[in-house]
């Protein structure tokens, strides 16, 4: 299974019928098919997790949406159903098994959402219609912006799916000099590159996207990097409003825009291999061991050694040190009595 199964997964728990009331009114529409309580939350405005722009949040047990309200904005309704994907994933049970297994859950999971809210509001045949046979450019953004009701935010998406190998379609904010939004396309061998644009980073000011002009056209290969230091190269297509930059990222290039091309070889994110026993069973798996115990986490119980031995520890009521189980009796561990 990969990320576009699971997102076709979600999608088949709707009808074709609901997925067009869903696309014309999705607040009312989520309420009137699933029964969910939809609200606006003024105070839904500032960064949250992950997902950098705090526009929506979803509480899952109450069956309860939150969004910031953006009145005679597109970008409400791409919110409204980027949180009802959150609800419809937690029912599927194929998928969330499969999301459990994958590194970066995060991200992994908000572009999920991403990918479902994108579908229900702009098909796939309305973007191949503007893109043809490629290559993916800036253009081809402010063509989407135009000629449908999509978001910012569900067009860059929709573009994303265009690209063949690892790459983004990012907007930035040049007045604030930071990413307004940016859709990542791992790449379906590799995976997740190592350096890639996110939500809400802050990015130099001497950066060549944000200098950009009203009007401004660039396709170039251009360093990035992430707010922690780490450096890579992108080639990218970019075409700047007088507030916003629309740009292609893309591990080649695509555009044919250079005579000479670095040998520099594109990077991924390459996690250790660490094998450990847990739930009845010996495995493998790519990522990081937890910092205290330096043992691998279960990809069943999502759980490290250290853990696990809490969970068979109490809490002594005297010393209120935590105690391996079969030394404290009535609440009062050996020490204590």
Not at 185 to 193: A, I, K, L, M, T
Not at 299 to 306: D, E, G, S, T, Y
Request: glycine residues 6%.
């Amino acid at each position: 299974m990969n990320m576009e199964e699971c997102v076709s997964l979600v999608l088949g728990q709707i009808s074709s019928d609901d997925r067009q009331a869903l696309s014309r009114d999705p607040a009312n529409s989520v309420r009137d098919i699933f029964g969910l309580t939809v609200r606006p939350a003024e105070h839904l405005g500032e960064g949250r997790g992950i997902d950098g722009a705090c526009d929506g949040m979803s509480f899952l047990d109450d069956d309860v949406l939150l969004y910031s309200p953006t009145p005679n904005s597109r970008r409400e309704n791409f919110t409204i159903l980027h949180e009802l994907a959150h609800w419809l994933i937690d029912k599927e049970q194929d998928v969330m098994v499969w999301w459990a297994d994958q590194d970066g859950r995060d991200q992994l999971l908000e572009t999920m959402c991403d990918h479902v809210a994108q579908q229900l509001l702009l098909s796939d045949e309305s973007v191949s219609a503007i893109v043809g046979d490629g290559p993916v450019r800036a253009s081809h953004f402010l063509q989407l912006l135009e000629d449908s009701e999509a978001s910012r935010q569900v067009c860059a998406i929709a573009l994303t799916k265009k690209l063949g190998g690892a790459g983004a379609v990012v907007v930035i904010d040049k007045i604030d000099k930071r990413v307004e939004f940016a859709s990542v396309r791992p790449h379906p061998r590799n995976g997740w590159p190592k350096v890639y644009p996110w939500r809400s980073q802050q990015i130099a000011d001497g950066h060549p996207l944000v200098q950009l002009s009203n009007q401004a056209n660039r396709t170039d290969r251009t360093e990035w990097s992430t707010p922690w230091g780490e450096r890579g190269h992108y080639y990218v297509d970019a075409l700047a409003d007088d507030r916003r930059v629309y740009a292609v990222f893309s591990e080649t290039d695509l555009w044919e825009a250079l005579s000479y091309h670095s040998r520099q070889a594109f990077e991924y994110d390459r996690r250790l291999e660490l094998q450990g026993y847990c739930c009845g069973e010996s495995f493998t798996r790519p990522g990081y061991p937890c910092p205290d115990c330096s043992r691998p986490y279960c990809p069943r119980c999502n759980q490290c050694k250290c853990q696990r031995d809490q969970e068979r520890e109490e809490v002594c009521s005297e010393c209120f040190l935590r105690r391996p189980a079969h030394r404290v009796v009535n609440g009062v561990c050996v020490d204590c009595r």
